[in-house]
């Protein structure tokens, strides 16, 4: 994907998980993104018992029901889809392209039209039907993001664990939040360079617990 979205479809499904999409609408329109969003019967369900006091702000509200609204069409300009969080129901639609709603429909608009589409999946525990739905989503072009807490983030609310997902989910459609940096090391990684390792740092790949964590792993200033 080129560049920052500039109109994005935001799905909303029934899986718990209403806070990630208020604060995904939030950071979109923030970025001066146009938001397009179409929410189901049972994310509307869930978001009445989650957060009773929630909106959904966007630029462009669609009707689940609506299949012959402009997002439905491949020939209406939309950079990218995010559906968050993601029911399995919604997974399982997506994958098999069973388009019986505004939502699924979208997706599958997103797909052929080879547009950046993001499943934030949200399900445990999963049986081999979930996760061979979310093999078939990655091969026809999806992105499958679980809305997983990052610990190393040391988050001190739930706002904080909902603020890291959400930016690392937007950061897969080029939204980039600000205050949510990418990862620049562990401080003794930040301190010494590639010569400076050992031998066997640089073949074994483990780790101690409490020696530094491990590859890759993102610093607590880069939430
Ligand atoms: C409070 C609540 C929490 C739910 N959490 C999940 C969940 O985490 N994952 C999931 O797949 N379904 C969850 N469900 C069930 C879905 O809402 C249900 O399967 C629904 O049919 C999904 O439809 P949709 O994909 O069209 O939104 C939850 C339902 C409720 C009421």
Redo the contacts with the bound molecule.
Sequence with gaps: MAGAPRRVVVGV?????TALAVRTLQLLGAAGVERHLVV????R??AA??MPEATFDAEVVHSFRDIGASIASGSYPVDAMIVI?C????LGAIASGVSE?L?VRAADVTLKERRRLVLCV??TPLHLGHLRAMVTATEIGAIIAPPMPAFYAAPESLDDVVDHIVARALSLIGVHVPGAPPWQGTPASAARTEGQRTEGERTEGHSQVGSGGPSGSPARPSR
Excluded at 13 to 17: E, H, N, R, V
Excluded at 87 to 90: E, G, I, L, R
């Design positions: 499904s029934g899986a718990t998980g189901s019967p049972a994310a369900r869930t018992y989650e969080p029911s399995v129901k919604t709603n939502l949200r399900e």
